[in-house]
Structure formats: C-alpha cells, structure tokens
C-alpha cells in the first residue's frame, strides 16, 4: 500500500508558510523578553490578539523548558528561552534554523553577481538547496513554495467557477519565457550592480509582506492601536493578489510554469538530477489521469517528461496501475508507449539547453572572487525601551473660519482611544482686531452612524473662557468618525463649526459597501448558475428503453 503523497506535501507547504509569520512573531517575543518587557506587554494587551499571540509563543518556547532562574524555582527560564530562540532566523528567501545556513538560489545569484563576490557565508548558505537540487530536481516548487497553496486555491476557484457556469480562459504561454526573464535579470545584476528579480520572486515578496505584517501589529499595538489590521503591507500584497486573479481568470499556474525565474534556475540547476518519476511501460493502461492532474502541464505518460518536474507526486498518486513511481536514474532511459507521441519539440529544445546554461553558470561563479567576509548583526536598543513619553504624543490642530473668526481646535491626545479621556482646547480670534473671543461657547460631539445617522456622546456643554481658552475634556465610547460642533456668539448671530474627529480605527465605510455588493453578486451568480443547469436539463433528451 502507498503513502498517501499529497498530505506529506502540503503539510510541509503549510509548516513553511507559518514559519514566514512565526520567525518576525519569535524576534519580537525575544525582543520583548530581552528588555524584561513580556510580562508587562502581556498583562496590559490581555484579551487582545497581540497577548494571545505572544501567550502562545511563550508556551511553545517553553516546552521542554523546566521553570526556575537565579534560585526561584516559579521564574520563567529566562536565559535558557533567549538561547533557544536564536535558533530560528529569516524567511522562505534566506533562513537559519538550528545554525544551519539556507539561502534560495536565486537571492545567491543576485547576490554574486550583483557584488561581483561570493563571500563564504554566501557559499555555507547555498550548499544545502543546491545539493537537494543536483539530487531531487525542482523539489522546492513542488514540496516548499508557500506559493503552491495559494495557487492551488486558485484551481480549486476556478473549478468553482466552471459549476458556477462561467468560463474562465486558457490561454497558453511559452513555458521559455521565464528562463528569458532569468538571464535578463541576472545581466542587470551583473551590469548595473543591483539585483532586480526578488522585486517579482513571489516567495521574497511573501517573505516580506509577512514580516511587515507581524511587525505592525506590533508597533501599533506599542502605540494603543490593539486588534488585527492590514497593516505594514505594501503594494506587493497587491502584486501576488493579481497574480492569484490572473491564475484563476487566464492559465492555472501560469506564473510557475512561464514566468517565475526561481522556477527557471531551479529547473535548470535539476536538470541532471537523480530523482525522476519514471514509467513502467508494460504496467501503464494510457488511461492519462496522470496528464491531466500535472500542475506543470507535462505528460507524464510520455517518456521522458523533461527538466519542469518538481517531483509532486501528483501523478504517482492518481496512477491506477502504478506504473509510475520515483526511482533513482543517472539519466532517462524509459520508452516512449506504443501510439504515443514523445516530448514536443518544444520541450525537446528546453531540455537541450540546460548543459550550456548551468556551464556558464558554474564558469561564472568560479570566476567571482571568493571573499571571507563573514556577515555581522548590529544589535541596537529597541524602541520600546525608549521612555514612554518618547516619542510625544501627537496632537490634532484644526483651524477653521467663520465671518472674522478664526477658531482653533485643538486636540490631545491626537489619536484618542474609546474610553480615554481627552484634552480639547479651542481658541478663537478676531481676524481684524486680533482681539480674544471671551463670551460662552457650547460645544457637542456625535459619532457618526450609517446612512447619516448620528449618535450624540458629549454635551452640549457650555464652557467659559480660561486664560482667553476654552478647555473641554469629552470621552469617546467607541472607534468611529466623530463630529465636533462648536456653537457661539460671534455679534451678528449663533455661528455654529463643525469638525471632523477620527478615533480608534473605525475602518473605511466602503467595506460595508463593497461586502454588501460582493454578497449581491455572489447570491446573483449563483442564480445565474442554476438557471442555466435546469434550462441544460430540460433541453436534454431522455433515452426510451423499449
């Protein structure tokens, strides 16, 4: 009986697209741990997602951990828990785990010809994907990308789509295009001095976004900002977002198979591997599932099925007769079946290359400079050990004018928080005269509602004039946008100012906006879809056993 191979697989995918929020998550708890902050942190962020997120990573350090430190037996392992930690560094781009170096191949490349150097450090971190490589082929895009899984929900959409009756494209691209797109960007690396490709390698990207991620959530929560945000992401989100859209409305997978220049070294850097899928062509039925459940668009049926596998096992999985399984083979040797045509001419071409490119390659690098210069961390003091009042508490200033009047509102702190109390100071001027506003003035606040509601919290308060100002203290009960209405006497009548007031992070009113429609045309789609289904069944004939 054969291990299921798809379990294995996407279980490792998931560990590793954990690892991109875990490792920012782990430095930030080393952080907090290293200046005697957790404690604190923790107590006062109870309930919030930042305390649970850093309450599950202590209890996952700690493991295996006995408690006790400088004598007291209940202290938490300080010394042995920092220790620990410094085992896990980096991201899907370039990581150390356990003391052990790992670099992606291409951030190498760029690297190396970038500084036209290959230091040693760079050398220890390359060994071990460019030995797996030379062994399994392009077993990181089958069995490591934390891009697979995202790619992979976009099949799963688009067969969603195909029951929902709408058609997405199958537009076909040549599978060349990223190896074009390699040796342009390694070039102007090795032109221009600066490397270009981990702006489109999908995993850096996600690498990043996950850092910035985590670290936001944070620094705002340092800031009284508490609860999940996107925040901390930039426009790559947006670009892995289209490449998703793209997968599912024009070619599945077409980024991997056409575009990535990751895939593209891998592909070429495997091309003499030993681990092959290979076919028994006495056993196989040319029943063909194993073509049609390749995520690389090959022909496993046919012999050989060239350098663009990246061992899923996908085909070994589905195969009936179990033909197909991994064997280790110096080169290919399998025959092609009868009736069958082998690999296109087109893959014939690809596989011809990779001799001369991986040569070159080799000669490149061997003609780059070895250079001993070991990489170095500069450890600085974090902001969160900096006084709490540093920096200052930002403070909103508006200024507004009606008739002669110049009215200054002033708020502090200038992000409230629900519940705080805050500071609001106005001060009103003649334009003209320059002399001080010194009747009554009212003042009111209203949380602005749905569909231009609102909701009065403060007031209206009446407040006299202390030192030529006006000192107000509203508290706000919830994040929302507020409004400030000051109403006084200006000689001709009761002028009333409005002002605009954000706490907390209510969000953009337009999420309510597009959710509704999104949930609109969802219901309206699937309508859609099961219209067309009856109409196709009733216009279906049905057979007459006589």
């Known amino acids: 009986m054969r291990v299921p191979i798809w379990p294995c697989r996407r279980s490792v995918q998931v560990l590793v697209l954990l690892s991109l929020f875990a490792f920012p998550l782990l ?51 300080r010394r042995a828990i920092l220790e620990r930690t410094q085992n896990f560094h980096g991201s899907a781009w370039s990581a150390r785990v356990f003391g052990v170096s790992m670099t992606d191949p291409l951030a190498g490349a760029e690297c190396a010809l970038a500084s036209r150097a290959c230091t040693g450090v760079l050398l220890v971190g390359l060994a071990i994907p460019l030995v797996a490589t030379l062994l399994l082929g392009r077993i990181y895009c089958g069995w490591i990308c934390p891009m697979d899984i995202l790619f992979g929900l ?19 691209f040549w599978k060349g295009s990223k190896v074009v797109l390699l040796g342009v960007g390694l070039l102007f690396a090795l032109a221009c001095g600066l490397p270009l490709l981990h702006y489109l390698y999908p995993p850096a990207l996600l690498g990043r976004e996950a850092h910035g991620f985590v670290t936001a959530l944070f620094d705002r929560a340092e800031k009284g900002h508490l609860g999940w945000a996107l925040a901390g992401m930039t426009a790559a989100s947006l670009f892995l977002l289209g490449l998703l859209l793209a997968d599912i409305a024009m070619s599945p997978r077409f980024w991997c198979n056409c575009l990535c220049p990751g895939g593209a070294l891998y592909s070429l850097l495997g091309c ?23 995520p690389r668009a090959l022909k496993p049926m046919v012999d050989p099925i060239g350098m663009e596998c990246d061992n899923c096992g996908l085909c070994v999985e589905v195969c009936p007769s179990q033909s197909l399984a991994f064997r280790m083979a110096l080169k290919d040797n399998g025959f092609p079946a009868p009736g069958v045509r082998n ?12 001799k001369n490119v991986v040569t070159a390659a080799l000669l490149g ?26 920096p200052q508490t930002p403070v909103l200033k508006l200024v507004e004018n009606v008739g002669n009047w110049e009215v200054q509102l002033t708020g502090f702190p200038g992000n409230p928080k629900p519940g705080m109390r805050t500071h609001l100071t106005v001060y009103i001027t003649d334009r003209t005269t320059r002399s001080v506003y010194s009747k009554p003035l009212t003042l009111s606040v209203h949380r602005q509602l749905v569909l231009g509601r609102e909701e009065r919290v403060y007031g209206p308060e009446e407040a006299m004039s202390s030192q030529n100002l006006f000192k107000l203290y509203p508290t706000y009960p919830a994040d929302g946008n507020y409004q400030v209405t000051l109403s006084f006497e200006d000689g001709e009548g009761l002028s009333t100012l409005r002002f605009p007031l954000v706490v907390g992070e209510p969000g953009s009113p337009w999420a309510v906006v597009f959710g509704s429609a999104g949930g ?14 009856r109409a196709r069944r009733r216009a279906t004939p049905v057979a007459v056993t006589p």
Do not use: M
């Not at 902050?37 to 930042?50: F, N, Y």
């Not at 700690?62 to 006790?68: E, M, N, S, T, Y």
């Not at 030993?274 to 049609?292: G, I, Q, Y």
């Open 27 to 77: 430095a930030r708890y080393r952080h907090y741990l290293y200046a005697r902050q957790l404690d604190k942190l923790t107590e006062s962020w109870s309930g919030t997602a930042q305390g649970k997120l850093l309450n599950a990573t202590d209890a996952a350090v700690r493991v295996g951990i006995p408690d006790g430190e400088g004598g007291v037996p209940s202290r938490r392992p």
């Open 154 to 172: 976009g099949f799963k959409i688009r067969k969603l789509l195909e029951l929902l009756e709408i058609r997405p494209w199958s537009v076909r």
């Open 272 to 294: 003499f591997r030993l681990l092959k899928v290979r076919r028994d062509p006495e056993a196989c039925t040319l029943c063909s599932r194993c073509n049609e459940v390749c």
């Open 343 to 354: 690999a296109p001419r087109e893959e014939k071409k690809l596989a011809a290359a990779p």
């Open 365 to 390: 690098l061997a003609w780059l400079s070895i250079d001993s210069t070991q990489a170095h961390h500069i450890l600085g003091l974090p902001h969160y050990c900096y006084d709490k009042d540093y």
């Open 520 to 533: 609109l045309a969802c219901f309206l789609v699937v309508v859609r879809a099961v219209r067309i289904k």
